[in-house]
C-alpha cells in the first residue's frame, strides 16, 4: 500500500554506509553481483524479479548497460576512502542476461573492472538461459573475459520442461554446454531442478546421463519449491498439478549423489557438486562464507561490513533513480550478533568443509552431538572439532540447522 515503509531503514540518497561497514571491506573477498531482470517468457516456478518484454512496453534492454554503470559509479563514491576492494568473483544472473547484447555484457565488466579493478585470476560468470546462446555469442561473451557460464538445463525430459514452462527442447542445454566449452570457457555449470509434478524416476536419470554425457565440470541440482504468487502455486491450488512430494525429493537426491560420484563430481554444498576444487563457484562460496559484494540492478541485494541492503525492484523506477543521482537501494539492515550467527550455521553447515564446533553454544554443541550420535553428522570430523553433514544429514539439513541454534 501506498505511504508503508520497506522492510528495514531507508537507504540515504546517497547511498552511504556507517563507517564501522567499511573498515574491513573485502577481508573475506569481494564480489559484484550483476542482475539483469529480462527474460523472453516467464518460467511457471519462478519468483524472481524477472519482467518480459510485453510487461515493459517492449522497453528496459536499450539502456541497461548504462543504467548498471551509473550505479557502479554510486558504488566507488560510497566505498571511497574504505580498504579498496578488488573484485575476486563477478556473477551475472537473472533473469536471463544473454537476453542483452554481448557488447552490453561486455561494457558492464569493464565498467567493473575500471570501478573497482578485476582480481588477476577473477571468477567471472553469467547465467544464460541455453536456447538465447550461440556459438558466436559465446565466443564474444569469452572474448569480453567471460571465463564460467551456468545454463539452465532443468530437465532433459519435455514433459517435465513443458509443466516448468521451459522453452528450449530437451536436448539443448548439453548442446549449448558443449558449444562454451569450445568457446574457450573454463568452467560450465548445468543445472537441474528435480521432483517437478509428473517426473518420473527415469526422467530425472536420463537427466543425470545427458549432465555428465555433456563433460561439465559443474552440477547444481534443486528441489522444485512452489512459491507463492507463481504459475505453478496457483495450478497446485487449483487441482491441476500435485503438490511436490518431500520422499520423492530425498530419492532423487540420492539418485544424484551416486550417478555424480561416480562420474567424479564431489558435493561441495549441498545442492552443488564440482569435478575439482578450482570448478566450485567461488562467487557463491563468498555468499556461504561471508564475504562482501554489491548487487548492481532491480532488486539485486548487497552486503559490505555487516550491512545489507537491496534495490528497487522495477527497471524503471531503477534507472530513475540513478539518473536522478541518488541510491536505487529501497531498504537496508544492519545485521545484529544473534542474525550473523545464525547465518554463519545456516550456511556453513550445507558446505561439505563444515561449521567449526567451536562457533557454537553449550546448547549448540549439544545438539550437534545428538545429530552426530544419530548419524548426520560425520563422526570423523567431527572428533576434529568441525561438524560436517553426511548423506543422511543432507536430506535433513533443515532440521540439523535448527538443532544447532538456540
Known sequence: MPGIL?????????GSLPATALTSVGARGFGVYVHVPFCASRCGYCDFNTY?????????????????RAELALAARVLRGSPPPRVDTVFVGGGTPTLLPADDLARILDGIDHTFGLAADAEITTEANPESVSPESLKALRAAGYTRISLGMQSASPGV???????????RAVVAAREARDAG??????DLIYGTPGEEAADFAASLDQVVAADVDHVSAYALTVEEGTGLAARV????LPYPSDDVAADRYLAAEAVLDAAGFSWYEVSNWA?????????????????DWWGLGPGAHSHVGGVRWWNVKHPTAYAKRLAAGESPGLAREVLTADEAHLEEVMLCLRLAAGLPLEVLDPAGRAGAERARSVGLLADAE???????LTLRGRLLADAVVRDLLP
Do not use: M
Not at 520497506?6 to 546517497?14: F, L, R, S, T, W
Not at 518480459?52 to 548498471?68: I, K
Not at 570457457?185 to 548445468?190: A, Y
Not at 569435478?275 to 564475504?291: E, Q, S
Open 6 to 14: 520497506p522492510a528495514g531503514e531507508i537507504v540515504p540518497a546517497d
Open 52 to 68: 518480459t518484454a510485453a510487461e515493459l512496453g517492449g522497453g528496459g534492454r536499450a539502456g541497461y548497460a548504462d543504467a548498471v
Open 161 to 171: 520442461l513443458a509443466v516448468l514452462d521451459r522453452q528450449h527442447s530437451a536436448g
Open 185 to 190: 570457457f573454463d568452467h560450465v555449470n548445468l
Open 237 to 240: 491450488r487449483r487441482g491441476e
Open 275 to 291: 569435478r575439482t576444487p578450482a570448478a566450485r563457484c567461488r562467487h557463491n562460496l563468498l555468499y556461504w562464507t561471508g564475504g
Open 382 to 388: 567431527y572428533a576434529a572439532g568441525r561438524a560436517v
